[in-house]
């Protein structure tokens, strides 16, 4: 079933380390041989052996439409004939920026980067030299990129591999990051007393995404913004996955607190290699060449990367009913889930929050990177695979939220039901 997968992957640990240039594609928490994919459309990958997924990573969150969405190749192959890159500006940009900036809330400025990773990290030297500060808090097993400072007890692949700590981040970074548990105000207000004047900013995923799905309890976000308001501390909101995704205006729009940045990710590209840091007036003119704060990057506005993102933007903000769709399909497909595991009689945790939701084996709930380490990682291991094999294709790590796209038919959640419910059969068998 996965034979030319295999002898890829066997090809690949020659020349890219680990067979993969994104850790958690490789399979180490789940074990087994990475499928290699060819094409996918809508809401199916096919894999280089010819099996066909149901995908429910859809490049982890980007294509909240479905794979090779239509209007948005077409523009990408338009836009391809003037060039691919240019180095220099377009009016194309301004138009992304007017757009983001008519579906998000409280932000006046955007300045496009290439990926979620500096977005996250350009949005802490802003914050830095907007305050004067060093010193940054952000949640364990939130995952903010891979840049120095946001490696510490980080999620994503950093969690799945179990890596304490980072060979090459310096003790001096690392000691400029502050980390405590999600969901723990009382923690953050602690280190704010412990450290007066010296936090630059506190950075959360408004939904944790990245050790599973994580909703932020209630009064969570709304006590950040009072911490970081009285002790003149920048708040980002980390959006890479929860932004136009959530909401047309992302977590902000959602619970109704404000962030002073907000970064944005791979969905501002659709699906292109495209990240984004946002705020007011006031702090965004601090970047340079406005302000001193310096930035830069040749491929910053990539005329393709534009063109696709813009496309899929202005289809979100126009059709908003999109988003209780994709809620009703998530809906739909956790009752699916719950009635499986119910039938097989384990004991599990679905988080959910519109179109984002993850699946824990556990009895207790499911709040913070402690609890999300806790769950059953060989039960979640067997019912990946399990599930591989009947051709849904969910996340290689429990570590990941599970991102379901609006080409999502009843079809596709009737046949990931019956999988699940086969997968745990097979698995108590
Ligand atoms: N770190 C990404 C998900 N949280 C995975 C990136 C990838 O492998 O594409």
Redesign the pocket.
């Known amino acids: 079933m996965f034979t030319k997968s295999q002898a890829l992957f066997e090809k690949a640990n020659k020349v890219i380390p680990g067979g993969?240039n994104?850790?958690?594609?490789a399979f180490r928490s789940v074990g087994g041989t990475p499928v290699f994919m060819q094409h996918a459309k809508g809401a199916y990958m096919y894999d280089v052996d010819g099996n066909r997924y149901v995908d429910y990573i859809n490049?982890?969150g980007p294509m909240i439409l479905g794979h090779a969405y239509e209007p948005v190749v077409k523009a990408i192959q338009e836009y391809a004939t003037y060039s691919t890159s240019f180095g220099a500006p377009t009016e194309l940009e301004i138009t992304v920026a007017e757009q983001i900036i008519s579906m998000v809330p409280n932000i006046e400025m955007v300045r496009m980067v290439n990926s979620g990773t500096e977005a996250c990290m350009s949005a802490l030297r802003l914050a830095r030299g907007f305050t004067g500060r060093n010193k940054v808090i952000k949640f364990e097993g939130n995952?903010h990129g891979h840049a120095d400072p946001f490696l510490v007890s980080a999620?994503?692949?950093v969690a799945t591999l179990g890596i304490q700590s980072v060979p090459g981040v310096t003790l001096s970074v690392a000691e400029d990051t502050l980390s405590v548990p999600y969901n723990n105000l009382p923690a953050v207000e602690q280190l704010v007393a412990e450290y007066p004047d010296q936090i630059a900013a506190i950075i959360v995923e408004p939904v944790a995404?990245?050790m599973g799905c994580i909703l932020p309890q209630a009064g969570f976000l709304e006590g950040l913004r009072s911490i970081c308001d009285k002790n003149g501390i920048v708040f980002i909101m980390d959006e890479v996955m929860t932004g136009f995704r959530l909401a047309k205006g992302g977590a902000q729009e959602l619970f109704n607190v404000k962030a002073d940045i907000v970064t944005f990710g791979k969905i501002i590209g659709g699906g292109m290699p495209v990240g984004a840091f946002a705020g007011r007036r006031e702090i965004m003119e601090h970047i340079a060449p406005a302000g001193k704060v310096y930035q830069a990057g040749t491929l910053s506005g990539n005329p393709i990367a534009m063109i696709a993102g813009y496309t899929l933007l202005k289809t979100l903000a126009d059709h908003p009913n999109i988003y209780t769709q994709l809620e009703e399909k998530t809906n739909t497909l956790v009752s699916g889930l719950r009635e499986a595991f119910g039938a097989a009689g384990v004991v599990y945790q679905i988080n959910q929050i519109g179109s984002m939701m993850s699946v824990h084996f556990a009895e207790y709930p499911i709040v913070d990177f402690s609890s999300a380490s806790g769950a059953n990682n060989e039960l979640f291991r067997r019912f990946f695979h399990a599930m591989l094999e009947r051709g849904v294709y969910l996340p290689p790590s429990a570590f990941?939220s599970w991102f379901i796209c609006h080409a999502l038919g009843q079809d596709d959640i009737d046949f990931t039901v019956e999988a699940a419910k086969a997968s745990m059969q097979a698995i108590k068998a």
Not at 22 to 25: H, I, K
Request: aromatic share 14%; no cysteine; charged share 15%.
């Open positions: 993969v994104s850790p958690v594609r490049s982890w995952y999620g994503s692949g995404g990245n990941e």
